[in-house]
Every structure is written in structure tokens, then in C-alpha cells.
């Protein structure tokens, strides 16, 4: 695969709500969080969940999100942009809603104290903005960014 073929896309111009979605709605303001209350949101949040290493993996999500969001949002490198933050939903999903699923801990992740309900509903309501997001960034993946992008700019 070349530069040109990553970039193309076919989509319709209307991909750019999904764009921005995925970046303006959802992982810049996230990132950004992340970073500006670490403790609520970034490495605070990473420790109590039982991230490994969150003094340096709640930065560098932040700091992932906020950049890949950011590319997205305009149209750049899209499908590569897609790829750090679908890892990063999966991650999400795995450390926070397995345990809810599951109404226990699950190997280094923790249920958070304030769930109270467990089970596949609770999961389900619980990851509905993760599972959103992860599709969106599987759409992106598969698509790319649509004719009103940078992407297609450069790919004509």
C-alpha cells in the first residue's frame, strides 16, 4: 500500500461527522483532560483502575488522544490516526467494563467503587460512549477521512 491509497477515500463529505465525533466531541476534550486533572482523569484515574505505569502512560494517553484527535478532526492521516486510539478503546473497554461485566476484578483492573449495578446491562450503559467511540475509529479505519478532508486533498 502507498501514501496515495492510505489517504484516498470514497466516502461521502458528510464522513466529517463522524470525524468530528470521534475527535472534536470526543478525544481532544479527553486528552486534554487528561492532562489538565491528571489526578481525576490521568495518572490518578490510571492508578485506581490498576493501569500499569500511570504516571507515564496518563500523560502520553492524553497527550495520544489530543494529537490523534486533533488529525482526525481535520483529516490527516486519518487512518493511521484511528489506529493508537482503537487500541486505546480496547484498552478502556477491557480495564473498566470487563470488571462490570464480570462484578469483580479482573487480573490488574479494578471495579470502580461507584458502580453499583453489575452484569451485561450495567456494562452495556457503562460502555456505551467506549464502544461508540471504538466504532467510529473502526469506521475511520476502513473509510478514511471523506472528500472534505486534508486526506483527500493530498491524495488528488
Not at 484516498?8 to 472534536?24: A, D, K, M, N, Q
Not at 487528561?34 to 494517553?61: E, H, T, W
Request: a neutral charge.
Amino acid at each position: 500500500m502507498n501514501w496515495n491509497d492510505m489517504l484516498r477515500s470514497s466516502e461521502s463529505g458528510w464522513t466529517i461527522l463522524v470525524r468530528l465525533l470521534v475527535g472534536l466531541v470526543v478525544f481532544v476534550p479527553e486528552g486534554i483532560q487528561k492532562l489538565m486533572f491528571a489526578d481525576a482523569l490521568g495518572a490518578g484515574r490510571f492508578a485506581k483502575i490498576g493501569i500499569p505505569y500511570p504516571d507515564v502512560l496518563g500523560p502520553f494517553v492524553g497527550c495520544v488522544e489530543t494529537v490523534c484527535g486533533a488529525l482526525i478532526i481535520l483529516g490527516l492521516l486519518t487512518r493511521l490516526a484511528a489506529i493508537p486510539l482503537i487500541i486505546i478503546m480496547i484498552v478502556a473497554l477491557v480495564s473498566t467494563k470487563l470488571p462490570i461485566l464480570l462484578g469483580h476484578d479482573v487480573g490488574m483492573f479494578h471495579l470502580a467503587a461507584d458502580i453499583k449495578r453489575t452484569g451485561f446491562w450495567s456494562t452495556m450503559h457503562e460502555s456505551r460512549a467506549d464502544l461508540t467511540m471504538l466504532l467510529g475509529c473502526v469506521y475511520l479505519l476502513i473509510v478514511g477521512a471523506g472528500r472534505w478532508s486534508v486526506d483527500a486533498a493530498l491524495a488528488r
